[in-house]
C-alpha cells in the first residue's frame, strides 16, 4: 500500500514537475519577447530625440559635451548627442586690425579737427584751405617741390599711420572623436550619430530647387553633471550658435574587426564647427562694461548681425 501510494507520488510527482517544465519554458519565452520588444523601443527611443556614445555614458563620466539640433526659425531644440569630452579643447579668438594710413591730408584734418567742428557747410571748404596752406609751408620748408623734389631732398610725407580695427573674426572650432563599439546596440549607436552631424550639415531646397534653405544651428555645451543635474561647466567656454562646416569621418582606422552585422567597430569623427556670426563683447558676457567682472551669461543672443532698419 505504501509502495502504491509512493508509486503513485512519484508519478504524481513526475506529472507536476512536466508541468512546471511548460510553464517555465512559456514563461521564458514570453520574457525573452519582451526583452527584445523593450531593446528595441528602447533603440527607437535613442534614436528619435537623443543620442550618446558611449551608451552608459550618463553613467561612467561626469563631463561631456552636448550638441543640440537647433531648428533655425523657431531655435527650438530639436535633437540632443552627448558624447564624451574630447582631450585637448581648443577655442580660437582673434580680431583683426588693419593699417590705416592718414597721410597729410588726414593728419591735417586731425590737427585742425577743432577748429572746423560746427562749421556747417563751410566744414570742407576750412579742411581744404588748412590743408593747402600746411602743404604750402612745408614745401617752403623743405625748398622742394613734388615727389621728385621729396627723393632729392631726402624728405617724404608723414603717413600718419595708425591701427584700424576692422572687428573680431569668426570663431572656428574643431572636435575629434573615437568611437569604439562595444557591442552591436552601440555600434548601431555609433552609426545614427555619425549620420545625424552628417545630415544636417547640408541644406534642403526651399519651395523650388533654384533657393536652397539653410541646414540648422548647433548649440555646443559642456556639461557637468552634479547628482542628478545637469549644468553647463562654467570653467569650460561658451560657444554660440554654430554650423556645422566640415565633417570627416574614419572607419576602422586603427583595426579590420566587424561585428557580426558587418558593423565597424570603430569610427573617428572629425567636425568643425563655426559660429553663425561674428561676437561682440556683449554676446559672451554679462557685464561687458565692467572691468572687475568675466564671467560668461551662458546665453543664446541673436544667432545674426543684422543692421537695424530705420523707421
Not at 125 to 149: F, N, Y
Not at 155 to 174: I, K
Not at 282 to 292: A, G, I, M, Q, T
Amino acid at each position: 500500500m505504501t509502495n502504491i501510494i509512493g508509486g503513485k507520488s512519484r508519478a504524481a510527482i513526475s506529472n507536476r514537475v512536466d508541468d512546471i517544465s511548460s510553464a517555465a519554458s512559456q514563461i521564458a519565452d514570453s520574457v525573452n519577447k519582451g526583452v527584445q520588444a523593450r531593446l528595441g523601443a528602447g533603440a527607437k527611443r535613442n534614436h528619435g530625440n537623443i543620442l550618446r556614445y558611449p551608451l552608459d555614458l550618463d553613467k561612467e563620466s561626469k563631463n561631456f559635451i552636448r550638441f543640440e539640433i537647433v531648428d533655425r526659425q523657431s531655435l527650438v531644440d530639436k535633437k540632443s548627442i552627448y558624447l564624451y569630452t574630447p582631450a585637448g579643447v581648443s577655442i580660437p579668438d582673434a580680431a583683426s586690425y588693419n593699417q590705416a594710413d592718414l597721410g597729410i591730408i588726414g593728419g591735417s584734418i586731425e590737427s585742425v579737427s577743432d577748429q572746423v567742428t560746427g562749421a556747417g557747410p563751410d566744414v570742407g571748404q576750412g579742411i581744404a584751405d588748412i590743408t593747402g596752406a600746411l602743404l604750402t609751408k612745408a614745401v617752403e620748408k623743405s625748398g622742394t617741390i613734388g615727389q621728385a623734389g621729396l627723393i632729392e631732398a631726402g624728405t617724404t610725407t608723414n603717413p600718419f599711420t595708425n591701427v584700424a580695427f576692422q572687428g573680431t573674426a569668426l570663431r572656428s572650432f574643431n572636435f575629434t572623436f573615437k568611437l569604439v563599439a562595444e557591442s552591436e546596440d552601440e555600434a548601431e549607436q555609433v552609426r545614427a550619430i555619425e549620420n545625424t552631424f552628417r545630415k544636417f550639415l547640408y541644406p534642403t531646397t526651399e519651395s523650388t530647387d533654384f533657393l536652397l534653405k539653410y541646414p540648422p544651428y548647433f548649440k555646443i555645451e559642456f556639461i557637468s553633471k552634479q547628482g542628478d543635474e545637469m549644468k553647463q561647466n562654467r570653467f569650460m567656454p561658451f560657444i554660440n550658435y554654430s554650423y556645422l562646416l566640415n565633417m570627416t569621418t574614419t572607419f576602422n582606422e586603427s583595426t579590420n574587426l566587424y561585428h557580426s552585422g558587418g558593423q565597424p567597430t570603430e569610427v573617428s569623427l572629425s567636425l568643425t564647427f563655426q559660429e553663425s556670426k561674428a561676437l561682440l563683447r556683449k554676446d559672451l558676457y554679462s557685464d561687458p562694461d565692467n572691468y572687475s567682472s568675466a564671467e560668461y551669461h551662458r546665453t543664446y543672443t541673436d544667432p545674426r548681425n543684422i543692421p537695424p532698419q530705420e523707421g
